[in-house]
């Protein structure tokens, strides 16, 4: 197997460089929940068309982007943060990563403009493994996982670099692969 860690909450799942599964093509998720019964995370590096306003009616605000989180629930919408000074509630899965919090909160703050790309991202749909699915991912090497990163990487803007770089932080066993090019057949 090549990922040396197994998932829990608040690690990533970095998808191998030839996934040919459209939902997870170079993806990176964020793990919110990891048991015997199921994982759950977020693509954190797939925009999607959608802005906030167009899934929240009086919003307001600024354009506010919205991720692809995954393939699951797709009329769902979640939040992960880094302001529990502003939103309340929230369950921090990693050092000073939260997953929502309140609504109310959120949706105020949102109108007001106070919430920032650098504070929030905001996901329509998640992505979801019943019980040993992913372990049996794992095994297949479709994933690794990661605890190298910093919550500057998890709320970056630039979703194209940030498979890339993750990869790479990984370490030299890795950093090789963040080079392969997207289709092998163009090489």
């Not at 996982?145 to 990984?170: G, T």
């Amino acid at each position: 197997m090549i990922s040396r860690l197994t998932p829990s909450a608040g690690k990533l799942l970095v998808s191998e460089p030839f996934l040919n599964d459209p939902n997870f093509t170079r993806s990176v998720v964020f793990l919110t929940e990891h048991s015997e019964l199921g994982t759950l995370g977020f693509v954190i590096n797939q925009p999607s068309l959608l802005l906030l306003g167009d899934l929240i009616e009086d919003i307001g605000g600024p354009a506010f982007p919205v991720c692809y989180g995954g393939p699951v629930a797709t009329d769902t919408i979640h939040f992960i943060h880094r302001c529990p000074e502003k939103i309340s509630g929230g369950e921090e899965i990693a050092k000073g990563i939260f997953w929502g919090g309140n609504f109310e909160s959120f949706r105020a703050l949102m109108r007001k403009g106070e919430l920032t790309k650098d504070d929030v991202k905001v996901f329509v749909g998640y992505s979801g493994w019943e019980g040993p699915q992913l372990k049996a991912e794992m095994e297949e090497n479709t994933w690794i996982v990661s605890d190298q990163y910093d919550a500057d990487m998890i709320f970056s803007a630039d979703e194209e670099q940030l498979w890339k770089e993750v990869i790479i932080h990984l370490g030299p066993k890795y950093a090789h692969i963040s080079n392969f090019p997207k289709n092998p057949n163009l090489n």
